[in-house]
């Protein structure tokens, strides 16, 4: 891992850590949530992983963090979405591959209006928490813009979100032209952590259009990039959610990026 903070006159820096993969050529550029920065818990634990497994991952703070290192952005949409696109050049000159664009709350939100105007941006884009709307105001949805995102959306959402519940993100997805899939994980949070720490939980995978159950496995990688209805019960037994949060992303991994034909 090694520290970036690339300037540039008249544009946004690139602030953040670079975790280069040893071997493979795609990159990921992953952004934090508006309360956070690209140093929590959830963006570390991914970005190790992924980079693990042949994935080179920068995870950056967005400019409104750059400019203050707390409190929520301050209609800063027009330059954090600037700021995301230095951040996916950035990484296009250290990979040979292709590029995908994550983030968790907020900065999947600025990820997906930025591909919206910018479909070529990315090459894919894994939305961890989208913030479909603020909490207790369903009537404000943030999807304006869905119709026009042209690029493959991997979406992780947590059943117990305040931002969004199960049935509104489903509805949701109907909106962009794209594929979409959905993975709904059982009991979780706008964090993406389970409550129950001793037990994961159900975890689902579903498409935008359909979701059937399979329960009995515990074999995420036996999962086939096809196949999209499956449950899982108590994946990994373990007190550290972070670890099977781990396990999970890199599963979902493999579905957003599907091998080149």
């Known amino acids: 891992m090694e520290s970036v903070h690339e300037q540039a006159t008249g544009c946004p820096s690139v602030r953040g850590f670079l975790h280069r993969a040893t071997t493979g050529s795609d990159g990921l550029v992953l952004t934090h949530g508006a309360g956070g920065n690209c140093n929590s818990a959830l963006l570390v634990a991914l970005a190790e992983n992924f980079s693990q497994n042949g994935i080179t991952v920068l995870r950056c703070d967005l400019p409104f963090r750059q400019q203050r290192p707390y409190g929520p952005p301050l209609r800063t949409a027009e330059i954090d979405q600037q700021g995301v696109q230095r951040a996916v050049e950035f990484l296009r000159r250290r990979v040979g591959g292709r590029v995908f664009l994550g983030g968790h709350s907020y900065g999947g939100r600025m990820a997906t209006m930025l591909a919206a105007k910018e479909p070529s941006v990315a090459d894919g884009l ?16 943030r999807t304006a813009h869905f119709p026009q995102i042209r690029t493959r959306c991997l979406f992780v959402h947590g059943t117990q979100d305040p931002f969004a519940s199960s049935e509104e993100i489903q509805s949701a997805l109907k909106l962009i032209p794209a594929e979409t899939m959905l993975l709904s994980i059982e009991g979780a949070g706008h964090e993406l952590v389970s409550k129950k720490k001793s037990d994961v939980g159900a975890l689902g995978f579903c498409d935008s259009g359909r979701e059937n159950q399979l329960k009995g496995s515990r074999d995420l990688g036996s999962l086939k990039p096809e196949t999209y209805g499956v449950s899982f019960e108590r994946l990994i037994g373990t007190p550290d959610c972070q670890c099977w949060l781990v396990h999970l992303g890199k599963q979902c991994w493999r579905h957003l990026v599907k091998p080149p034909t």
Not at 126 to 141: A, E, M, V
């Open 126 to 141: 894994l939305l961890l928490s989208y913030p479909l709307h603020p909490p207790n105001k369903p009537q404000q949805l």
